[in-house]
C-alpha cells in the first residue's frame, strides 16, 4: 500500500519536479532530459542542416562565410572559344591582352553569388533583379556594364582613366570597393581565395 502511494508520489514528483524526497527518481527523470538533450543533439545536427541553411542565408548578407563552392553547378567547358560568357573568374583582361583576336577590355570580370567560386563556373544568378556594374573613374566619367546571369561576367572596351571606383548594384542595392584601383582585370585580385587583400570574388549585393 505505501509501496503503492510512494510510486504514485514518485509519478506525480516525475510530472511536478522539485519533490525533494523523490529527488532520486527525480534524477532519473532528468537523466531522462539528458537522454532528450541526447535528442536536443540530434535537434542540434538538424541545426547543423540550419548551419547550412545560415550559410545559405549568409550567401545574403555575408556571401565570404559561405563554404567554397559553385553555386550555379555548371562550369564554362569551352576553353577559349570566344564569348562573353567565356572563362568566369579568370583574368579576362591578361590573356586577352597575349591573344590575336580577343578584345582589348579596359573593365573586365566575374559576379558570383558566393564570395570563393572555382575559375570557370557560372557566376551571375541575380534573383533581385539584373546585377551592373557600376565603374566611376578619375575623370567622373560612369560606366554601368550590364553582368551576364549566366556566366557573371562582364565587360567594357571603353577607355578609363584611372584609379577607378567599382561597386556591384542591383535594385538599387550596392555592395562596394573601399579603395579606388588602377587594374581593370578584376579577377586578378578577386580570385577564388582573394589575392591582394580582396576578400574573395566579387559578389552579389
Ligand atoms: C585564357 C585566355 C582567355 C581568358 C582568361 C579570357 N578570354 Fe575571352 N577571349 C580569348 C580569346 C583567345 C578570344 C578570341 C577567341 C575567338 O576569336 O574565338 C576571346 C574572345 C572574347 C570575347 C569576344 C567574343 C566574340 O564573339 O568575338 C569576349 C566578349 C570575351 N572573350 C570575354 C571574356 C571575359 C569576360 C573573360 C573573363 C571573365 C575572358 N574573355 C577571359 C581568350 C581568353
Ligand atoms: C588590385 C586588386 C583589385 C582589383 C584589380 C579589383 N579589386 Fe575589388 N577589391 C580589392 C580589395 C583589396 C578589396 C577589399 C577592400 C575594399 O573594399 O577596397 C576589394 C573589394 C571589392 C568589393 C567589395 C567586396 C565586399 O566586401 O563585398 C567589390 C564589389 C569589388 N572589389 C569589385 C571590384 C570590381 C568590379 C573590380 C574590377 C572593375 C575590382 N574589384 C578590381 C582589390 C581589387
Redesign the pocket.
Known amino acids: 500500500m505505501n509501496t503503492a502511494r510512494f510510486a504514485t508520489a514518485i509519478a506525480l514528483c516525475a510530472v511536478f519536479a522539485g519533490c525533494g524526497a523523490t529527488s532520486m527518481p527525480g534524477d532519473d527523470a532528468a537523466t531522462g532530459n539528458d537522454s532528450a538533450v541526447v535528442n536536443d543533439s540530434a535537434v542540434a545536427n538538424d541545426s547543423a542542416t540550419g548551419n547550412d541553411a545560415a550559410a545559405a542565408d549568409g550567401a545574403v548578407t555575408d556571401p565570404f562565410a559561405a563554404p567554397p563552392g559553385c553555386t550555379s553547378g555548371t562550369m564554362w567547358t569551352r576553353g577559349?572559344?570566344?564569348?562573353?560568357d567565356?572563362?568566369?573568374?579568370?583574368?579576362?583582361v591578361?590573356?586577352?591582352n597575349i591573344?590575336?583576336?580577343?578584345?582589348r577590355?579596359s573593365i573586365?570580370?566575374?559576379v558570383y553569388r558566393t564570395g570563393h567560386e572555382p575559375d570557370n563556373c557560372n557566376g551571375g544568378g541575380s534573383t533581385g533583379g539584373a546585377a551592373m556594374v557600376e565603374i566611376t573613374d578619375a575623370m567622373g566619367q560612369v560606366l554601368m556594364l550590364p553582368v551576364s546571369n549566366f556566366?557573371g561576367?562582364?565587360?567594357s572596351e571603353i577607355a578609363i582613366t584611372p584609379p577607378y571606383r567599382a561597386r556591384v548594384v542591383v535594385n538599387g542595392v550596392a555592395r562596394v570597393m573601399n579603395s579606388p584601383q588602377t587594374n581593370g582585370d578584376c579577377?586578378v585580385c578577386h580570385t577564388q581565395a582573394g589575392t591582394m587583400g580582396a576578400p574573395g570574388r566579387i559578389a552579389l549585393p
Open positions: 577559349n572559344r570566344g564569348s562573353d567565356m572563362n568566369p573568374g579568370q583574368a579576362c591578361a590573356c586577352h591573344s590575336r583576336g580577343a578584345p577590355f573586365a570580370g566575374t556566366s561576367n562582364f565587360a579577377n
